[in-house]
């Protein structure tokens, strides 16, 4: 029943980087007259005697996406309605009463999981500071799992995976990587010492805003097996259409993000010196105090992801998101349209980022497009 379907029948070369990967990983085998592309598998039921048998134990669909994200993280992944189903899935791995080990920098969604249940008495959470590995690692002493989600929302603070990772593991504790804001060409948490990677595969993955889905790329088989059975129990699985559409996504993720990253870090560096910006956030920029880190961590690129504050009022900066009219406000990530908001508008974020903080996901537009729009509304709301 909850056998795992890896669908790759591809021979993959050890040898291909990983932009080749999220270009070949997942496909059928070449064989004459074969289709290039998985089928989209749209069954609720399968005719029996196999271990198939009804459409919460799998999908082929499902087997070809995590063949890929598999092959791109180096480990075993399971599939999810989104990335808090598979980050529900992954708190299952903690004992009862056990303790989470939990970056206060860490999208909301995520911590209101732990934090609900916690409050049911399920696990117990110790909050952390995000960039302080000493602090995570003292924490970590009889912790069950660390979470640290790197790059962070919606700061973009880069945590110290291998150090975290290593001392996790020294103490006992699982390492999972939400590793969503990075995606799996910017960093391979398996190979950074960490258990699990976490992706919302809604955002960059899918890459389109068209789709929710989300997966866990597990180190150990025996905790692949075990999110597999959650997702047959709780019923969290992927839809066969999103599924196709992640690994569509994925084919075009590194040429994508290439494009919207080297835009991000243009927009950031700009941003840097513009009179109504008091603030950037982006992992890298020269001068940061996350500057050596992130270019030890991330050292093939810091993603499209870019914070920044308005020097001004509450009132001045959602003027100015009123303003845009090539950029579209909204929240999510990782499309190819830009999109951008004030992130203290959610309770749940009011608490880190500061009333003007602005979160910026930048998409494949052209970034001179992209900078006239930004500089022009700024001007207009802050004059
Ligand atoms: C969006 C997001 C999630 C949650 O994923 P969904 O697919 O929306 O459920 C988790 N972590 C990060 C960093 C995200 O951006």
Redesign the pocket.
């Given at each position: 029943m909850t056998d795992l379907l890896y669908a790759s029948p591809l021979t993959l070369d050890p040898d291909w980087t990983p932009d080749t990967l999220a270009v070949q990983a997942g496909r059928p085998a070449r064989v004459p007259g074969a289709p290039v592309n998985p089928a989209i598998t749209m069954s609720s039921t399968y005719v029996h005697d196999a271990s198939l048998e009804y459409g919460r134990d799998g999908n082929a669909g499902w087997g070809a996406l995590e063949a890929a994200l598999g092959a791109l993280d180096g480990g075993r992944a399971v599939t999810f309605a989104?990335?808090?189903?598979a980050?529900t899935a992954i708190a299952d791995l903690v004992p009862l009463g056990g303790t989470v080990v939990l970056s206060s920098v860490t999208?909301y969604?995520?911590r209101n999981v732990f934090e609900r249940l916690a409050a049911a008495g399920r696990l117990r959470v110790r909050m952390v500071p995000p960039d302080d590995t000493a602090v995570i690692l003292e924490a970590a002493d009889e912790a069950a799992m660390v979470w640290v989600?790197s790059i962070?929302?919606p700061l973009m603070v880069v945590a110290d995976v291998p150090a975290i990772a290593a001392g996790a593991r020294e103490r006992g504790a699982l390492t999972v990587v939400?590793s969503?804001?990075a995606t799996p060409l910017r960093q391979r948490p398996l190979d950074l010492g960490a258990d699990i990677a976490?992706h919302?595969?809604?955002?960059l993955i899918g890459g389109h805003s068209d789709l929710?889905?989300?997966a866990a790329v597990c180190r150990d088989e025996a905790h692949a097996r075990h999110l597999a059975t959650q997702r047959h129990d709780h019923g969290a699985i992927p839809g066969g259409l999103e599924a196709f559409l992640a690994l569509r996504g994925l084919r075009t993720l590194a040429v994508r993000l290439d494009r919207a990253e080297a835009s991000a870090a243009e927009l950031a560096r700009r941003l840097g010196s513009h009179r109504h910006v008091s603030r950037v956030n982006y992992p890298g920029l020269p001068g940061d105090s996350q500057h050596e880190r992130a270019a030890r961590v991330l050292p093939f690129g810091s993603g499209s992801m870019v914070s920044f504050e308005v020097a001004g009022t509450v009132e001045q900066t959602d003027a100015f998101l009123a303003g845009l009219r090539l950029l579209t406000h909204a929240t999510?990530?990782g499309g190819v349209e830009t999109l951008i908001e004030r992130r203290a508008r959610y309770a749940g974020d009011a608490a880190i980022a500061g009333p003007t903080l602005c979160r910026l996901s930048v998409g494949i537009e052209n970034v001179e497009d992209l900078w006239t729009d930004l500089d022009r509304a700024l001007q207009a709301a802050c004059g």
């Open positions: 989104s990335g808090l189903a980050t999208y969604g995520v989600e962070a929302n939400d969503t804001f976490m919302s595969a809604t955002k929710l889905l989300g999510s990530l």
